[in-house]
């Protein structure tokens, strides 16, 4: 596939800006609130492994935009790990969808969050330090619609890191270096495809794939 343009019982928010704009040398492989803590797919952690995700509603027009920003990653990780597409309706690992009850109900920048992803089924492996994810969710707020092809893209590649476990980057210095893991409120964004050092956070550091 090519990159294109376009518990303690948990329950945990990772909120996105208006728009994100990626910057950054190196992707953060934290836990929500900056704790260290990993969330990570039992599907992922061996070589070849893949997880399912699905568009709802059956039929939606912006599902394009959020396929586009999976598949960006997907592209690039196909040698390692795969992320298959479900028809809307069946049982799938994560939901991409329209917030139902303002999920993401935070306001980053004075602005409400466009995006967020939610560990909806996580359990804590005290043997391993991390928290084993069975089910996530990805809602989109309305304000999605608003926002051009590229943002669009970039926001749903951005959503799908937090997906793979990378926290936001520490700083922000937007357009200056690849990557789609920062958060600023700038149009339009830069880059809508992970970069290298991100890839590789997820290949080596989070499901430790590499030789």
Known sequence: MTA????FPVLVLIALAWIAIPSGA??????????????????LQSLGGSISYSLCPLGEPYAQ??????????SY?????????????????TYVTWESADECGLTVFGKPATACWT??????QPQGGYFLLDEAEIPF????????LSNRTQLSAHEWGHNLSLDHHPYDN?????????????????????????????ECVVYDLLP
């Not at 190196?26 to 599907?43: D, E, I, L, T």
């Not at 396929?67 to 990653?73: D, S, V, Y």
């Not at 990780?77 to 690992?93: A, H, K, P, W």
């Open 77 to 93: 990780l196909s040698t390692r790990m795969d992320f298959n597409e479900f028809t809307c309706g069946q049982s799938v690992r």
């Open 65 to 74: 935009d959020w396929r586009w920003g999976i598949e960006n990653w997907d």
């Open 26 to 43: 190196s992707a953060n492989h934290v836990g929500p609130y900056g704790n260290g803590v990993p969330y990570k797919w039992q599907n």
């Open 174 to 202: 937007s357009c200056s270096l690849p990557g789609v893991m920062a958060y600023v409120n700038a149009q339009p964004p830069c880059f809508y495809v992970p970069a290298g050092s991100e890839i590789q956070t997820v």
């Open 119 to 124: 560990a909806t089924d996580a359990t804590w």
């Open 4 to 7: 294109q343009l376009r518990a």
């Open 141 to 148: 707020d309305v304000s999605y619609k608003a926002q051009s």
